[in-house]
């Protein structure tokens, strides 16, 4: 099935020869039938949005299909289905051409995901990691990163007697110190997510699955040893210390 693909938001022109199943140019058409288009999710899903599609050359079946910008800033970044239909002038409705089309994201007022790592932490521990950035994928793998940090906050929030709202909001607000250790747990959390990722992707290989196995499991077994160190009152240093694995809290001063 053809592919094409436009970034969200950003008007976009494509020139379609419609072919048979041999490959051919179709030649039968002329300029008395009708062209249309629709993009929807797949199945049975309503329509999103109609391109403009007009014939270029009839007799070689050529034509130009319009996506506009409007269009494809009201839909979220994916993978859609797109199809061109021909109402012929003896009353027939043909499919005429089918395909993807993939809505890419464009560039956007969101902040970068927050991280208890960077994307050098990552690469000194997985070097081959900057070979493996896709255009899917934020830069740093900043998502992945992201969620390491999410799931770091959970276990220590799941670690304390106190109310989780109030350690949540020191949290959010960057009050835990990022030790070496902190970093070290982050960076393999994230390496076994983005393995993951790939296994995802358009292939499986087992080395990824191996690598996926090995950093989370570290990354587990490493913060089971973890004391996170909150600094509570932005002095710039430590006043709470929440030793994972523990429901206990110990406050200095």
Excluded at 41 to 64: E, M, R
Excluded at 163 to 189: E, H, N, P
Excluded at 234 to 239: E, F, K, L, N, V
Aim: glycine share 6%; hydrophobic share 45%.
């Amino acid at each position: 099935m053809a592919s094409i693909s436009v970034p969200s938001g950003v008007d976009a022109e494509y020139q379609i020869t419609l072919r048979d199943s041999s490959s051919n140019a179709v030649t039968v058409y002329d300029e008395a039938d009708t062209l249309s288009a629709e993009v929807w999710s797949g199945d049975d899903q309503a329509i999103l949005f109609s391109p403009t599609v007009t014939w270029l050359t009839p007799t070689a079946g050529t034509l130009k299909l319009t996506i506009g910008a409007a269009q494809t800033a009201a839909i979220l970044p994916a993978n859609y289905r797109i199809r061109v239909l021909i109402d012929t002038s003896d009353d027939r409705r043909l499919a005429a051409w089918e395909g993807w089309l993939e809505v890419q994201s464009s560039a956007g007022s969101a902040t970068t995901p927050s991280a208890y790592c960077t994307f050098n932490d990552l690469l000194i521990l997985a070097p081959w990691l900057a070979t493996e950035q896709t255009i899917q994928d934020q830069a740093g793998f900043a998502e992945q990163r992201h969620a390491s940090r999410e799931w770091i906050d959970g276990i220590i929030i799941r670690s304390w007697r106190g109310q989780a709202s109030y350690l949540q909001g020191l949290l959010d607000a960057d009050a835990m110190l990022v030790t070496a250790q902190v970093r070290a747990i982050a960076a393999k959390r994230a390496i076994g997510l983005i393995c993951q990722h790939i296994l995802s992707g358009n292939h499986f290989e087992s080395g990824y699955q191996a690598l996926a196995w090995r950093f989370l499991s570290e990354a587990s077994s490493e913060i089971m040893s973890l004391t996170a160190e909150i600094d509570t009152d932005a002095d710039g240093a430590s006043d709470m210390f929440i030793t994972v694995g523990f429901n206990s809290i110990r406050r200095v001063g």
